[in-house]
């Protein structure tokens, strides 16, 4: 899988997951779709990212790892509420996220490799 793929993967995650925290709880917190908005972004990156940009890779990146520690809170609580909801989307945005952080981290250190 190529980074593109994986931060896509991400980006409709953060997006679905977001848009079914904000339903769940009736539109009473505009704070669930932070994570959409964020999705959003890395879609904005994903066609630079698809020719290899190294300045778009590198602000995917940031933005990924914001997203993950951003996540953090949801997760723990989540976790401690033990409602199925939550955790199920909170995993699926954690998971995603990971995932989409090792695949860019394969791609720069491929891509270091290659130059040397």
């Not at 669930?32 to 904005?44: E, K, Q, R, T």
């Not at 723990?76 to 909170?90: C, E, F, H």
């Amino acid at each position: 899988m190529t980074p593109h793929v994986a931060s896509l993967i991400n980006a409709l995650t953060l997006i679905a997951c977001s848009v079914w925290a904000f339903a769940s709880i009736g539109g009473a917190s505009y704070t669930a779709l932070i994570p959409a908005a964020f999705g959003l972004a890395l879609i904005a990156c994903s066609p630079g990212l698809k020719v290899e940009n190294k300045v778009i890779a590198h602000i995917a990146v940031l933005l990924t790892v914001v997203v993950l520690v951003a996540l953090y809170m949801p997760f723990s609580s989540a976790v401690s509420q033990g409602a199925a909801g939550p955790l199920i989307r909170s995993v699926a945005m954690v998971a995603t996220t990971l995932l989409a952080l090792v695949f860019f981290i394969k791609s720069f250190r491929d891509a270091r490799r290659s130059r040397g």
